[in-house]
């Protein structure tokens, strides 16, 4: 998409998409740059569930192309908000008070700690996310604050040769909550060719799943999350096909079982 420069009320021009607030294009290939495939810089892509049950994407742009540093959140289909990079507080890690954009110049290939929120005046977006990566790029981590709350976020680095693909929706089966009914909630997926995290919450017992991960093999995977209602872990079997990603869980020690069905967003 084009980029141009936007004003808002207390900060200066950062870039800005033009098709805010309107659909968007699945993008067809990677758009990491080769030069940075072992590097903090690039494209990084993640998924995030809040205590509200909403999922949210983001892609982070760290100088891939030029020296711009931006994120891009999308929610319900929709380019939902273009996000700057704010200046930190050395001595706690925060946001700065006053909020200030941060324009320095990124050194590539050191370690990466920024924090993004809204191009609108500060709390005028509805996210706002810490985000690092180590100097090689690895070991990538995101914590979105998504509507006033907390979350549960997953995140992978893109490479010119491996592009990463996210995928938003929900499960459902047969652990039941006497209260609530079966079990069920929103479940996230941030995929490569090779490799796979998962993120759920249930609404039927009010928990976050921790993130869990394992191999794609031939668009298939196999995924362990350790920890569940009851102690018992659940297993995901699951196969992508072109933009799905489905299958079937089932619980250790029990009876359980169901199925999760997702879209990609990105």
Known sequence: MVLMQACSKGHSTPPVETDLGKP??????????????????GIYKGVTINAQDSLATFQFNIANNDERVYALEYMYGLL????????????????KFPNQEDSSVLVRGNFFHSIFGSYKPYFGGNA?????????GSFSRM???????????????????????CYEGSYEGSYTNPVVGSDNGPI????????????QASKAFGQFFP???????????????????GGAAFI????????????????????????????RTL
Request: aromatic letters at 8%.
């Open 80 to 95: 939902r908000d273009s996000m700057v990079r704010y200046k930190m507080d050395t001595a706690t890690q925060l946001l």
């Open 188 to 199: 996230a997926f941030v995929l490569t060719a090779d490799s796979a995290v998962v993120i």
């Open 211 to 229: 993130s869990s991960g394992s191999v794609v093999v031939n668009g298939a995977f196999t995924i362990r999350v350790a920890d569940g209602p």
């Open 236 to 263: 995901l079997i699951g196969t992508v096909s072109g933009n799905a990603c489905s299958g079937t869980w089932t619980r250790d020690n029990s009876n359980a079982s169901g199925t999760f069905t997702t879209h």
């Open 143 to 165: 914590n979105v604050n998504l509507n006033a709350n907390q979350t549960l976020d997953a995140v992978l680095k893109e490479r010119s040769g491996m592009q990463v693909y």
């Open 24 to 41: 968007y294009a699945l993008p067809t290939g990677p758009a990491a740059n080769a030069l940075y495939d072992g590097s903090s810089a």
């Open 128 to 136: 706002t996310a810490d985000f690092a990566a180590e100097a090689d």
